[in-house]
Every structure is written in structure tokens, then in C-alpha cells.
């Protein structure tokens, strides 16, 4: 039953090593976020997909992209993680854009740098 | 910019009283108020939510408030009971965007 999937639950990576993160829906909702979460802080937007329509936040870092290759699917790639990379990363999605609804979060994705 | 002002952030009741949560928001064209519960581990979970044509709303012992003039909404627990330990997120739409912002959240802890 569960409608936002996150892949995997826990990663590891070495510094500097690239590094994607997954994210899937069973809703069929047109958008869809990356969130990064530090130490219970407030979800910080780096980016999100209005259908293919991307949009990045001004300060997410140039080290995070991003690909949606369906409605389904949507990917969160590390460059280059550094140690302030690691964090909670969070998906989420909505059945609109243009006027907020509702969204939907994933189990989130946690990312240890070593 | 915009701005979600959340108080307190931390809240230790005893079970079966009541706890209340309050949120400011800084942009008067804000129109949607969800608020979040999210326990240790896990991803944030929508429990209720309140749009800007409704003064409250309600759902079995949660409830929100809205008052628009003031810019401020509230998350109303009763009956708190152990399981609702977790941290408590506002957050307010950004006008015109799908897009919205969370205030810095409440650690509720209810004792036994």
C-alpha cells in the first residue's frame, strides 16, 4: 500500500563518491519534490518537477541534480557528496501544481558521508 | 521572504491533557495550512490540514484554527496519549507556487 517509495532507506557513501537516491509513486500525481532534512530541522526544498518542468531552488547546490524520466520515477544524483551532504532526504508528492495541495512524503532516504 | 514562525519547540504534557501548537506565517496570500507529524526514522506524515476559506476543522481528537487577520493557525491535540510523541511541523503555501514552507517544529512528548 505504500504510495511514495523511497530507495534505499539507508546509504552509505565515501566523500566525493557519486551517489542517486530514488524515488517512486503509485499516486500518479503530476509533482513531485526532494526535500534534504537535518537533525529534526524543518524539510528544506532543493528542488521539484511540475510533470517534466524542473525547478531548482536558487540556493540548492550545483553538486544536486535531478532526473524524472516518467511520472513514476524521480531521481536525486550527488555529484560529489561532501560531509555536510549527509542528511535525510525526503520525496514528496502532489496531485497539482499551480495552486498548493496536499503532499505526500516518502519514508525518506538516509545518507551517512564517511 | 516568506516566513512560518512555530512555538513552541518543545511541549511535554501528561497523557490525557490537552496540547496546543501555534504557527505565525508572514505572507497574507497564503492560502493552504497542513500541518505534519513526524516521528523518529520516518518521513513526515500529513494528519490535518485547513485551507484559507475555513476557520476550523476538525478530525477525531485533532483540530486546527485559522485565524486569517492575525495570521496565525493552531494544532489542537486532546486526549494526547503516548503515541503522539513525535515532532510537529506547520507549514503555509507560498502564494502562486505549488511550493510550501515549514515552520522549525515542536517536539511533543506525552508521559505516561
Known amino acids: 500500500d505504500a504510495m511514495v517509495i523511497q530507495n534505499p532507506r539507508y546509504q552509505v557513501t565515501q566523500f566525493g563518491k557519486p551517489v542517486t537516491l530514488s524515488c517512486s509513486q503509485t499516486?500518479?500525481?503530476?509533482?513531485m519534490y526532494w526535500y534534504q532534512q537535518k537533525s529534526s530541522q524543518a524539510p528544506k526544498l532543493l528542488f521539484h518537477?511540475?510533470?517534466?518542468?524542473?525547478?531548482n531552488e536558487a540556493d540548492t547546490p550545483d553538486n544536486f541534480q535531478s532526473r524524472r524520466p516518467n511520472t513514476s520515477f524521480c531521481f536525486l544524483d550527488i555529484r560529489s557528496p561532501g560531509l555536510g551532504d549527509a542528511a535525510m532526504y525526503l520525496c514528496?508528492?502532489?496531485?497539482?501544481?499551480?495552486?498548493?495541495?496536499?503532499?505526500?512524503f516518502g519514508p525518506g532516504t538516509r545518507l551517512t558521508v564517511t | 521572504g516568506e516566513n512560518v514562525e512555530q512555538h513552541p519547540s518543545t511541549l511535554s504534557v501528561q497523557e490525557g491533557d490537552s496540547a496546543v501548537i501555534k504557527c505565525t506565517y508572514s505572507?497574507?496570500?497564503?492560502?493552504?495550512f497542513p500541518w505534519y507529524k513526524q516521528e523518529l526514522g520516518k518521513g513526515p506524515q500529513l494528519i490535518i490540514d485547513?485551507?484559507?476559506?475555513?476557520g476550523e476543522k476538525k478530525d477525531q481528537r485533532i483540530a486546527v484554527t485559522l485565524n486569517k487577520t492575525a495570521k496565525h493557525f493552531s494544532l489542537h491535540i486532546t486526549e494526547t496519549q503516548p503515541e503522539d510523541s513525535a515532532v510537529y511541523f506547520c507549514?503555509?503555501?507560498?502564494?502562486?507556487?505549488?511550493?510550501?514552507?515549514f515552520g522549525t517544529g515542536t517536539r511533543l512528548q506525552v508521559f505516561p
Open positions: 514528496a508528492t502532489s496531485p497539482t501544481g499551480g495552486w498548493a495541495y496536499e503532499q505526500y
Open positions: 499516486l500518479n500525481h503530476n509533482v
Open positions: 518537477y511540475y510533470d517534466k518542468d524542473f525547478n
Open positions: 505572507d497574507s496570500a497564503s492560502n493552504y
Open positions: 485547513i485551507r484559507s476559506n475555513v
Open positions: 507549514a503555509a503555501s507560498i502564494s502562486s507556487t505549488d511550493k510550501l514552507i
